[in-house]
């Protein structure tokens, strides 16, 4: 969905970026037209790269990152993920979390979340 | 030899089974059974703390502002912080616009056929074409009320299904004079729909008596109980076996009056009394007793002690708590404090271990319990959901209902008729298959 996103402007991208969190404190949180950087840019975790576009960018709009919740863009939303995290530097609490692929549901692999 | 007879559960919020038990060509036992089992409560072992609202929001599609801001409260309360009270207005705001969507939905689509049925008012009432027909005006105005709530929830939640703006520390939403007098709008024109919903009600079923097998026997009343009034957003918890004797506690406490085990089925009731546990409209409404508007005391004198014991009293309650919502809403409205912009609180560091949020959903007590280890990551996560606490009463009435119905008619009817009274319960079962 980035190709639409309000923010899609001022993404100027330094790889590899590295991301620290999936969801902003609560300091962070800026309406579009106040913040106008790319969630990515400011090290949070936004699945927007690999989300099916439709949702007129509704949590982007509220100054929150995309959760894919509307679905993979393309056949394979792990495999594509894997892709897309393999450009950043994950801070390594993250690295650990699985939930990052199985968010509204458990992964079955590897025991723990 | 035991027969089974299964007969899917039709007009209720989810996905159930009538499921009734013969034994020698009698009925020994009915119950309400659901065929999923979703799992949330281990879904969310191991998550962020700050993913969760999101998720719990998927647990159900019509107390999706409920599940989110029980969960917000508990984690406010893990964080040991209070929100805004503009914060607060706001969710208020958005649990109203739920709370009528979901109760005019129920009235009218799953409730109101049966309950034409029972008075014997109309019997040809058998889709949803004939439903719409019976009486446009009063369906354009349930539609009319839909919408309201849809609309409010979109303006402030962010989206009209699982709200986004909510979350642990306050509500991402600042409203501009433009959105307030449109909510403002919204909630006049909501006014007089549900002042006609109410009185086509009075007109069609306060000159009868209800049906004797529909009266609640003693139940045990289960609600938050504000001093304040009637109130769903804070309180402390009352267990109340009639006016004289209740008990009130604190959420916090609420291991030494019931608990559950998330493996399991179904929450534990730690009372000597024989009687079932009810929660919902009718709970609310013998634990307020007074919901401070004159309006709606008259409404309620229109309707005797028969009415106010039976389960199909459930209805207009619901019908009268809409009205409530829809009043108190107008008051919101226009307080200062919307107008003023305030910060988000911060989330600083975790206080407690233990977390919990309490509030009542539109079909009663909803409760959320998230525990965290040693490494501040939720191992435990308990949801206490309304349906599951009325469950050992419905099962208890259904059974109760079809054995007397088998004496006399054939199964095909026992299955149509208990299925009545399942309705006039209004489970929800998708949140009680969580």
């Known amino acids: 969905m980035c190709s639409t996103c309000p923010l899609n402007n001022h993404a100027k991208f330094d790889f590899p970026l590295t991301i620290e969190k999936i969801v902003p404190r609560n300091d962070e949180i800026h309406f579009p037209e106040e913040n106008l950087s790319c969630f990515l840019n400011d090290g949070i975790l936004c699945l927007g790269p690999v989300t099916r576009d439709g949702c007129d960018h509704l949590c982007i709009n509220q100054g929150l990152p995309c959760e894919g919740c509307l679905g993979t863009a393309s056949k394979g939303f792990t495999a594509n993920l894997i892709n897309i995290l393999s450009l950043f530097h994950l801070s390594k609490d993250l690295r650990k979390y699985k939930a990052i692929y199985y968010r509204f549901s458990k992964s079955t692999v590897g025991g723990k979340v | 030899m035991i027969d089974k007879v299964v007969a899917a559960c039709t007009r209720v919020e989810g996905s159930g089974n009538l499921i009734i038990y013969l034994k020698n060509d009698e009925i020994y036992q009915t119950e309400l059974n659901f065929s999923v089992f979703r799992g949330f409560e281990n879904i969310l072992v191991g998550k962020k703390l700050l993913e969760i609202p999101k998720i719990v929001s998927r647990i159900c599609g019509l107390c999706y502002a409920s599940q989110t801001i029980a969960s917000c409260k508990a984690i406010e309360d893990i964080y040991g912080i209070e929100p805004s009270y503009k914060s607060i207005l706001l969710r208020r705001l958005l649990l109203s616009g739920e709370l009528i969507k979901s109760h005019m939905m129920h009235y009218f689509f799953q409730s109101f056929p049966d309950l034409l049925k029972i008075f014997n008012i109309n019997h040809t009432i058998n889709d949803p074409y004939n439903l719409i027909n019976y009486n446009p005006q009063l369906t354009t105005n349930v539609f009319n009320l839909i919408k309201i709530g849809s609309e409010i929830n979109k303006l402030i939640g962010g989206r009209m299904l699982h709200p986004i703006t909510p979350i642990p520390g306050g509500l991402i939403f600042n409203p501009n004079r433009k959105s307030l007098i449109s909510i403002e709008k919204y909630l006049k024109k909501g006014i007089y729909y549900i002042d006609t919903i109410i009185e086509n009600f009075i007109d069609l079923f306060s000159a009868f008596d209800p049906p004797t097998e529909f009266n609640l026997s003693n139940p045990i009343f289960f609600g938050l109980k504000n001093n304040m009034g009637f109130d769903r957003y804070e309180g402390d918890l009352r267990i109340e076996q009639n006016e004289a004797t209740y008990d009130d506690f604190q959420a916090k406490n609420y291991s030494k009056y019931f608990d559950k085990?998330?493996?399991?089925?179904?929450?534990?009731?730690?009372?000597?009394?024989?009687?079932?546990?009810?929660?919902?409209?009718?709970?609310?409404?013998?634990?307020?007793?007074?919901?401070?508007?004159?309006?709606?005391?008259?409404?309620?004198?229109?309707?005797?002690?028969?009415?106010?014991?039976?389960?199909?009293?459930?209805?207009?309650?619901?019908?009268?708590?809409?009205?409530?919502?829809?009043?108190?809403?107008?008051?919101?409205?226009?307080?200062?404090?919307?107008?003023?912009?305030?910060?988000?609180?911060?989330?600083?560091?975790?206080?407690?271990?233990?977390?919990?949020?309490?509030?009542?959903?539109?079909?009663?007590?909803?409760?959320?319990?998230?525990?965290l280890n040693k490494a501040k990551i939720v191992d435990q996560v308990k949801l206490f959901i309304a349906t599951e606490i009325n469950l050992p009463i419905l099962n208890k009435m259904i059974t109760e209902y079809a054995k007397k119905l088998y004496e006399k008619e054939d199964i095909d009817s026992v299955k149509e008729k208990t299925q009545r009274m399942i309705r006039a319960f209004d489970p929800c079962i998708s949140c009680a298959s969580h």
Do not use: C
Request: charged content about 20%; glycine content about 6%.
């Open chain 2, 261 to 371: 085990n998330p493996n399991l089925y179904g929450i534990t009731f730690k009372s000597n009394s024989k009687n079932n546990i009810l929660t919902g409209p009718i709970a609310r409404y013998k634990i307020t007793q007074n919901y401070g508007i004159d309006k709606i005391s008259e409404y309620i004198s229109n309707f005797g002690k028969k009415w106010k014991s039976n389960l199909l009293f459930l209805n207009f309650l619901q019908l009268i708590e809409s009205y409530y919502e829809i009043q108190k809403s107008v008051e919101m409205v226009n307080t200062t404090s919307l107008k003023s912009k305030t910060k988000l609180e911060h989330l600083n560091s975790i206080k407690k271990s233990n977390g919990i949020g309490v509030l009542e959903a539109p079909r009663g007590v909803l409760m959320h319990h998230y525990h």
